[in-house]
Nanobody, 123 residues
């Protein structure tokens, strides 16, 4: 039973921006560390960004550092991914996920997953 609902994916030109949102519908949002991950065609899942329970600590993959920003609003039970300066190689299905850990140490620490949203960047 999924407890996460995503929105904000779509088609954008290279150099453009998108903002993804993910809302937890059950449970206590503030008890979960949150992450954004993606899977491109023919590739394994890649963890892009994660944020701890109170939003005070973040970690980014080298592929998105300086371009993507993860944030959360615990009052809205929502985590966001602001994506700027998008490139064609960012094209993938993007997922949000929740972990009981303050900051998940590995992908298997994520216990709840959204259904994914497609992001396509054209050149």
């Amino acid at each position: 039973q999924l407890q996460l609902v995503e929105s904000g994916g779509g088609l954008v030109q290279a150099g453009g921006s998108l903002r993804l949102s993910c809302t937890l519908s059950r449970g206590t949002f503030s008890t979960y560390g949150m992450g954004w991950l993606r899977r491109a065609p023919g590739q394994e899942r890649e963890e892009l960004a994660k944020i701890n329970r109170n939003g005070g600590a973040t970690v980014y993959a080298d592929s998105v550092k300086g371009r993507f920003t993860i944030s959360r609003d615990n009052a809205k039970n929502t985590v966001y991914l602001q994506m700027n300066t998008l490139k064609p190689e960012d094209t993938a299905v993007y997922y949000c996920a929740a972990s009981p850990a303050n900051i998940p140490a590995q992908i298997s620490d994520y216990k709840y997953w959204g259904q994914g949203t497609q992001v396509t960047v054209s050149s």
